[in-house]
């Protein structure tokens, strides 16, 4: 009975408010709900989640001071900096009210945020609850960061164009354009953001989406660095309940089309929720899709865009073109053999999840490195590092969808994709690793 009791006590959960990452903190705090725990989201007003799609929660809505300038000008260290400058004081304010009121059965256990709302961590600081780090991202990715003050103490930061193909020292296979780094005026915001979201403070853990199959090797070496309990759990969303997390509205009528094809014959293209296409390489990924001959799925946001006069009717119903696609369910559709991805972390491990190979066209942050993974270590991914030219992308869709590079993929796919459900099966990995983050929630 004491144990159930102390099972209802309540968690804070801090997103960064960005599709990439509220998705695995909602996932996250649906699976610890389904353990016992009371879930607060605190979340800034940009990007607010509808509370009806998430009746199990409580929101605390927390004013970030962000106008619709700073949106619109993309500066996401801008972003990230001010939401972890406006937000602290109204979070304080805000747990110390509702600690006034708590009673032991509903207690907060603990503050779990985004490894760049590290406001949270001060504040739970401040009012004596433990906290928890969530890395979005794959183990990959911190290793690189980590890797950084040893590149600049060592004269390689920042980087001349000439050593763009070089491989990193130490941390092969990536070569330095595949580090989030780049010669600008904002390197220093850049590298001083990533110091930050590296600096654990008093944080007791860290909680990856991730898994050892895929990484047991590099997350030894964060071990090595953090000296803290490492938490993989991934993939959040095969342990989650088939809920939909999208700030975009999902169009299913898409899933109807993939019922009338053939097993494994459509590729997915999706270069997820911030990249955009100019005109011309959408004019060039329309025409190289309709060239390859191969059915396929495209999500293209772009409203102001018009397809190119003739492109329908080539493609006739050989072609799916929506706004947004309910990812999962397309990725575990068994008709979609190709996935031509941005390479986000979510992307990346959802695909690999359903034994789909890709083709990697990253664009930021740490897309290039899981784009380099994918390629070079899990080798489940062909990369993509050309021009957007018709000729191109018809030849990489045959390559992957019917090529013998893309059957080698697809094997090496369909093998991770057993592993990992053994992670999360009884005993596996991942489900002892659930088992003692919850564990170590309970022990505060």
């Given at each position: 009975?004491?144990?159930?009791?102390?099972?209802?006590?309540?968690?804070?959960?801090?997103?960064?408010?960005?599709?990439?990452?509220?998705?695995?903190?909602?996932?996250?705090?649906?699976?610890?709900?389904?353990?016992?725990?009371?879930?607060?989201?605190?979340?800034?007003?940009?990007?607010?989640?509808?509370?009806?799609?998430?009746?199990?929660?409580?929101?605390?809505?927390?004013?970030?001071?962000?106008?619709?300038?700073?949106?619109?000008?993309?500066?996401?260290?801008a972003l990230i900096s001010g939401f972890n400058t406006n937000c602290k004081g109204h979070l304080q304010e805000s747990l110390a009210r509702i600690m006034e009121k708590?009673?032991?059965?509903?207690?907060?256990?603990?503050?779990?945020?985004?490894?760049?709302?590290?406001?949270?961590?001060?504040?739970?600081?401040?009012?004596?609850?433990?906290?928890?780090?969530?890395?979005?991202?794959?183990?990959?990715?911190?290793?690189?960061?980590?890797?950084?003050?040893?590149?600049?103490?060592?004269?390689?930061?920042?980087?001349?164009?000439?050593?763009?193909?070089?491989?990193?020292?130490?941390?092969?296979?990536?070569?330095?354009?595949?580090?989030?780094?780049?010669?600008?005026?904002?390197?220093?915001?850049?590298?001083?953001?990533?110091?930050?979201?590296?600096?654990?403070r008093s944080s007791s853990a860290i909680i990856w989406n991730t898994t050892d199959c895929l990484e047991q090797s590099t997350l030894a070496k964060i071990q090595q660095?953090?000296?803290?309990?490492?938490?993989?759990?991934?993939?959040?969303?095969?342990?989650?309940?088939?809920?939909?997390?999208?700030?975009?509205?999902?169009?299913?009528?898409?899933?109807?089309?993939?019922?009338?094809?053939?097993?494994?014959?459509?590729?997915?293209?999706?270069?997820?929720?911030?990249?955009?296409?100019?005109?011309?390489?959408?004019?060039?990924?329309?025409?190289?899709?309709?060239?390859?001959?191969?059915?396929?799925?495209?999500?293209?946001?772009?409203?102001?865009?018009?397809?190119?006069?003739?492109?329908?009717?080539?493609?006739?119903?050989?072609?799916?073109?929506?706004?947004?696609?309910?990812?999962?369910?397309?990725?575990?559709?068994?008709?979609?053999?190709?996935?031509?991805?941005?390479?986000?972390?979510?992307?990346?491990?959802?695909?690999?999840?359903?034994?789909?190979?890709?083709?990697?066209?990253?664009?930021?942050?740490?897309?290039?490195?899981?784009?380099?993974?994918?390629?070079?270590?899990?080798?489940?991914?062909?990369?993509?590092?050309?021009?957007?030219?018709?000729?191109a992308i018809e030849e990489a869709i045959r390559m992957l969808m019917v090529g013998n590079e893309g059957k080698l993929a697809r094997q090496k796919a369909k093998d991770?994709?057993?592993?990992?459900?053994?992670?999360?099966?009884?005993?596996?990995?991942?489900?002892?690793?659930?088992?003692?983050?919850?564990?170590?929630?309970?022990?505060?």
């Amino acid at each position: 009975m004491e144990y159930q009791r102390e099972r209802c006590r309540r968690l804070v959960l801090v997103p960064l408010p960005f599709q990439g990452h509220i998705t695995p903190m909602l996932q996250l705090g649906t699976i610890l709900h389904s353990k016992g725990f009371h879930i607060t989201i605190a979340h800034t007003q940009f990007n607010f989640p509808d509370p009806l799609n998430y009746p199990d929660f409580d929101f605390l809505p927390m004013s970030d001071g962000i106008c619709e300038r700073n949106v619109s000008s993309h500066n996401f260290i801008a972003l990230i900096s001010g939401f972890n400058t406006n937000c602290k004081g109204h979070l304080q304010e805000s747990l110390a009210r509702i600690m006034e009121k708590e009673d032991q059965d509903n207690k907060i256990a603990c503050i779990i945020y985004d490894e760049y709302m590290h406001f949270a961590e001060e504040v739970a600081t401040h009012l004596g609850i433990p906290s928890i780090i969530l890395s979005t991202s794959s183990a990959a990715k911190m290793q690189s960061y980590l890797a950084i003050p040893r590149l600049q103490k060592d004269g390689y930061i920042p980087f001349q164009d000439s050593m763009m193909l070089e491989l990193v020292p130490g941390l092969q296979p990536l070569r330095f354009k595949d580090l989030c780094l780049q010669i600008s005026k904002n390197l220093d915001d850049l590298l001083q953001m990533i110091a930050k979201a590296l600096d654990p403070r008093s944080s007791s853990a860290i909680i990856w989406n991730t898994t050892d199959c895929l990484e047991q090797s590099t997350l030894a070496k964060i071990q090595q660095e953090y000296q803290l309990p490492l938490f993989p759990i991934g993939p959040l969303h095969k342990t989650v309940a088939a809920t939909s997390i999208s700030l975009f509205k999902e169009d299913q009528s898409c899933i109807s089309w993939l019922d009338k094809q053939s097993h494994n014959s459509v590729i997915y293209v999706s270069l997820g929720s911030i990249a955009f296409m100019d005109n011309k390489d959408l004019l060039e990924m329309a025409w190289g899709l309709a060239n390859s001959e191969q059915p396929f799925l495209w999500v293209v946001r772009m409203d102001s865009t018009p397809l190119p006069q003739g492109f329908q009717e080539a493609v006739g119903g050989r072609g799916c073109i929506v706004k947004w696609a309910p990812q999962k369910q397309v990725l575990a559709h068994n008709s979609v053999g190709g996935f031509w991805s941005h390479c986000g972390w979510n992307s990346t491990i959802e695909s690999i999840s359903e034994g789909v190979p890709l083709i990697c066209q990253p664009y930021f942050g740490d897309q290039r490195v899981n784009a380099r993974y994918l390629s070079q270590v899990w080798e489940v991914g062909l990369a993509w590092e050309n021009d957007m030219k018709r000729g191109a992308i018809e030849e990489a869709i045959r390559m992957l969808m019917v090529g013998n590079e893309g059957k080698l993929a697809r094997q090496k796919a369909k093998d991770l994709k057993q592993k990992i459900e053994l992670s999360i099966d009884h005993g596996g990995s991942s489900y002892n690793s659930l088992n003692d983050l919850v564990d170590l929630i309970l022990s505060f």
